[in-house]
């Protein structure tokens, strides 16, 4: 339907509104690794074509039709991660690099099977939400683990899936979607410490901010 190019854009700029970050210029030339003249030349054509309402200086923000061709592509990339990881086995920091591959060439019946034989999950291996057929995303509340106060317990919902070393790590510290931690203290500069299964450990303010959670408000503290 849409061109390879352009459903990396639609996909990158969901993304970034999904976390209420700024759609601009710089932040796709960053996060698509191309030059500011091109991605200003595609903000224009998806702005043509109606995907788009593009504000000088604000950047993109997707209309009613390029926020459905988005949430079509991000399905597709979350289930595909979760295909690669849990019926074949590839480990959590490569399934991301892969489904940028995958998603476009997906058909809608493979896309049912997937989901089928995957049981209709409802998150990727990084704990995103995996929009639904008819273009339903769970809205989460979103906090990263740098905003939080020492003593909080909180549970893990997302981790950021773009950089394959930082997933490596967390997954060595047991950091997955899930995983219940306590915040032992934050600090804007030193970065966060944290228990997590009887052990604690320091996440510097980059990895910190990758962390998205949910408080426990309920767990009987010792
Ligand atoms: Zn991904």
Redesign the pocket.
């Known amino acids: 339907m849409h061109t390879q190019a352009i459903e990396d854009y639609l996909r990158e700029i969901y993304a970034l509104q999904e976390r209420d970050e700024r759609a601009t210029t710089s932040t796709l030339a960053a996060r698509l690794d191309v030059t500011a003249a091109s991605v200003t030349n595609m903000f224009k054509k998806l702005a043509a074509l109606n995907l788009v309402l593009h504000e000088p200086y604000k950047g993109v923000t997707l209309t009613p039709a390029g926020l459905k061709a988005a949430l079509e592509v991000v399905r597709h ?2 289930l595909i ?1 979760l295909y690669l990881a849990e019926a074949l086995g590839v480990p959590w920091d490569q ?2 690099d892969e ?2 591959k995958w998603e476009h060439v997906l058909s809608e019946d493979m896309e049912d099977r997937i989901d089928a034989a995957l049981g209709y999950p409802t998150t ?1 291996p ?1 704990g ?1 939400p995996i929009p639904t057929r008819d273009g339903t995303v769970a809205d989460r509340p979103y906090r990263s683990l740098n905003e939080l106060e020492p003593g909080q317990t909180v549970e893990i919902i997302e981790v950021s ?2 950089d394959p070393a930082l997933l490596r790590y967390l997954g060595e510290l047991g950091l997955y979607p899930r995983a219940r931690l306590e915040i032992v203290s934050n600090n804007p500069y030193r970065g966060t410490v944290l228990r997590v299964n009887g052990v604690e450990c320091t996440l510097g303010c980059d990895v910190a901010r990758h962390i998205f959670v949910e408080s426990v408000s309920d767990i009987p503290r010792e």
């Open positions: 990339h979350r991660e399934v991301h489904a940028e990727s990084h995103a899936d773009r």
